[in-house]
């Protein structure tokens, strides 16, 4: 199973270094995420050119699409060019985002009536398409998620692993990346999160 972390111009390092570092810990058990971006090279919000590892239309093929978070993600909502590269199917893929990412959800289309989990910053923006936002750090609905805050991006990894390979494995690979002496509390913390903010979809 492949998960596309879209990575946009002016990305925050956070949100898409969290969710691939910890899906990738999971390549073992066949889920393995690989950072796409619309250009071969991206910047990040601080300066770090990172060369990607997908090109754009490789969401198309991947079973789980996480879209990232950034200081350009309006810029990115308003272009009709780069949406229409985003070419998503909830039917039959997972699909997330992290903060501002829940703007491209709302362009998409996606979210159907849907609230989401944002950042601060980029509530208002949010609210301005007529979608609720929640004061919690992470929501799902069926086969859309949504975290808000960039270490909430942990939730949506948490969540991915969950629903491809298992808490089991979302379990282990918390427990290892855990502070030391905060393993238990790290672990049940993240799936409690995940647990708390998914909603059946019938």
Known sequence: MQVAVVTFDGFNELDSFI???LINRCRKDGLEAFITTPTPV?????????????????????????IGSGVKA????????????LQ?????????????GALVLARLGLLNGMPVCTDIKTR??????DVTVLDTPFHAEGNIATAGGCLASQYLAT???TRTIGEDAARGILDYVAPVG???ETVER?????HAGEVAVH
């Open 182 to 184: 905060e393993n238990q």
């Open 88 to 100: 998503l199917d909830p039917s039959r893929q997972l699909i997330g985002a992290q903060c501002s």
């Open 190 to 194: 993240a799936l409690r999160a995940v």
């Open 74 to 85: 309006r810029e990115v909502a308003a272009d009709d060019r780069m949406l229409s590269r």
């Open 19 to 21: 969710a691939s570092a």
């Open 124 to 129: 208002p923006f949010v609210e301005a398409l």
């Open 42 to 66: 991206v910047t990040s919000m601080n300066g770090v050119e990172v060369t990607g590892q997908r090109p754009m239309d490789f969401v198309t093929e991947a079973e789980v699409v996480l």
């Open 159 to 161: 969540w991915v692993i």
